[in-house]
């Protein structure tokens, strides 16, 4: 079994900056993916930014620029630097772990960007 547990939500104004977490636990071992997905209100579950062991990136188009994922292995932990903050990046921010075929989840914090 694994736990993601996430902090560093929060509000901020536009143009502000954040800084996400996530800590994994229980039974972590072999290669992985981890990451960061959001989810709007009304809207589908959607990519922000993905990072493996050997520390490749994905992102998505609307992040990049703005947003840098890195994680350290040693402690199983993956952040997300959040700047230039947007009112449209306002999501519940998820954590994710791939290994294989199976994704585990956090979750979720919060994350709010007012005009």
């Known amino acids: 079994q694994v736990q993601l547990v996430e902090s560093g939500g929060g509000l901020v104004q536009a143009g502000g900056s954040l800084r996400l977490s996530c800590a994994a636990s229980g039974s972590i071992f072999g290669i992985y993916r981890m990451g960061w997905y959001r989810q709007a209100p009304g809207r589908q579950r959607e990519l922000v930014a993905t990072?493996?062991?050997?520390?490749?990136?994905i992102a998505a188009d609307s992040v990049k620029g703005r947003f840098t994922i890195s994680r350290e292995n040693a402690k199983n932990t993956v952040w997300l630097e959040m700047n230039s903050l947007k009112p449209e990046d306002t999501a519940v921010y998820y954590c994710?772990?791939?290994?294989?075929?199976?994704?585990?989840w956090g979750q979720g914090t919060q994350v709010t960007v007012s005009s």
């Open positions: 994710m772990m791939r290994r294989g075929l199976t994704d585990y």
């Open positions: 990072i493996s062991s050997g520390g490749d990136t």
